[in-house]
């Protein structure tokens, strides 16, 4: 009888790097990855950037592709969702009713796009994998009219493709400014104003109604003109399958800080779960971003491989909108203090420190990679939790690499 394997759930970027975690932590028994797509692993921020612009039709941008799953001796089961967890039996059940087995098993099941609960919302399209995002670039077409809900980055992200296409948008926010949530007024100002330059219209304080035909019906009565309805209202936790099986939720599936959840054999990894982060006392986060959810995987696969390592990356992000790129490293919301540090070409970055001076967050904006060096130097200090003199954070011509040697 063939031992149960370890079993991944999840095709993203936390399931990919999983696959290949536990190969390289040692562990030489089976392994299954299994997505509710037919396509093989693929990276998801180019849906709303890249992809959604290209020319003609395009390919997901494979993560694992057959033969990289095959160098690690995985099995790859595409095309059918798993649709429950039988912990008694140690065995995951799909759509079809198969029953695979597992050892350890690692939930990376993602989010999914909330959608919107007014009347007409059928009406508005969703992001989520790549066939939404083909439908949307069948919709960009020059001089169509879009109307993005919601002012986070999806949206956002969203509005910037569809202008680069000759499209006339709209986005509608809620909220009194867009990027409310994480990001400070002044970089959120900057990105509105670049939006502003493209022929984007942005509407804050706007609570919609209703949509019918091709109006969206604010609560003021205002009428918005859209051929193409998109919400991009956020995200939820994919947590089904967890809730469903008992596991202890918290934001998302509840895990320690060795991604394990209450089940000593399950363990989950990116955007569907949360967890203690110990550079920041222990705050429980769940992390919607691309490099967090490799980082949690990592983290995973080496504890289900017989390991004890706990998860210490600090949380970084980034958006690109036109010609911008927007980073934020840490959690700027945990500091009191802002120290501004200007760089070339109207980039900048704001330091975040707490009232005893220790460095917490870093949030940039800037033309390229103007702003990534320094980021990346915050980011490393904010894991070193150290103390850097203001002064110095605001001096642009100050060498930012000397504070990690001290």
Not at 48 to 55: F, G, I, R
Not at 137 to 150: E, L, Y
Not at 265 to 291: K, N, Q, T
Request: hydrophobic share 45%; aromatic share 4%.
């Amino acid at each position: 009888m063939v031992e149960p394997g370890m079993v991944i759930v999840g095709a993203g970027k936390a399931g990919a790097r999983a696959a290949v975690g536990l190969r390289e932590h040692g562990w030489q028994g089976e392994i299954t990855l299994i997505g509710e797509e037919k396509f093989p692993p693929y990276d998801r921020p180019p849906l709303s950037k890249a992809q959604v612009v290209e020319t003609g039709e395009p390919s997901p941008v494979l993560l694992l592709d057959e033969a990289a799953i095959a160098s690690l001796k995985a099995t790859w089961l595409g095309g059918v969702a798993v649709t429950a967890l039988d912990r008694n039996a140690h065995e995951v059940v799909r759509a079809d009713g198969s029953r695979i087995p597992y050892r350890k098993l690692l939930i990376a099941t993602g989010a999914k796009p909330r959608r919107l609960s007014i009347p007409g919302a059928e009406r508005a399209m969703l992001l989520r994998d790549f066939p939404d995002t083909l439908a949307l670039r069948r919709a960009f077409t020059a001089g169509t009219r879009i109307a993005v809900i919601g002012g986070g980055f999806i949206g956002l992200e969203l509005a910037s493709s569809a202008a680069k296409l000759g499209c006339k948008v709209t986005v509608i926010e809620a909220q009194p400014r867009i990027l409310l949530r994480g990001v400070p007024e002044e970089i959120a100002s900057t990105v509105a104003k670049r939006h502003a330059e493209a022929g984007v219209d942005i509407v804050t304080s706007a609570r919609i109604a209703e949509i019918t035909g091709d109006r969206v019906i604010l609560a003021d009565r205002r009428e918005i003109a859209a051929d193409i309805l998109i919400a991009g209202i956020g995200a939820a936790p994919a947590t089904e399958l967890g809730e469903a099986a008992g596991l202890a939720m918290d934001n998302g599936i509840a895990c320690d800080d060795h991604m394990r959840t209450s089940d000593p054999d399950i363990y989950a990894s990116g955007d569907c779960c949360s967890f203690p982060h110990p550079v920041f006392g222990g705050r429980r986060l769940r992390m919607e971003a691309w490099r967090s959810a490799q980082d949690q995987a990592a983290v995973a696969t080496a504890n289900m491989a017989g390991g004890d390592r706990r998860f210490e990356a600090v949380p970084w992000f980034w958006s690109d909108q036109y010609d911008l790129n927007l980073q934020i490293a840490g959690l700027p919301d945990e500091g009191q203090r802002i120290v501004r540090r200007p760089l070339k070409d109207g980039a900048f970055i704001l330091c975040h420190l707490k009232e005893d001076g220790r460095l917490v967050g870093a949030s940039g904006v800037g033309r390229g990679n103007l702003i990534a060096r320094d980021v990346k130097l915050l980011e490393l200090l904010i894991g070193k939790q150290a103390h850097p003199e203001p002064a110095n954070l605001a001096d642009p011509e100050f060498q930012l690499r000397t504070l990690l040697k001290t």
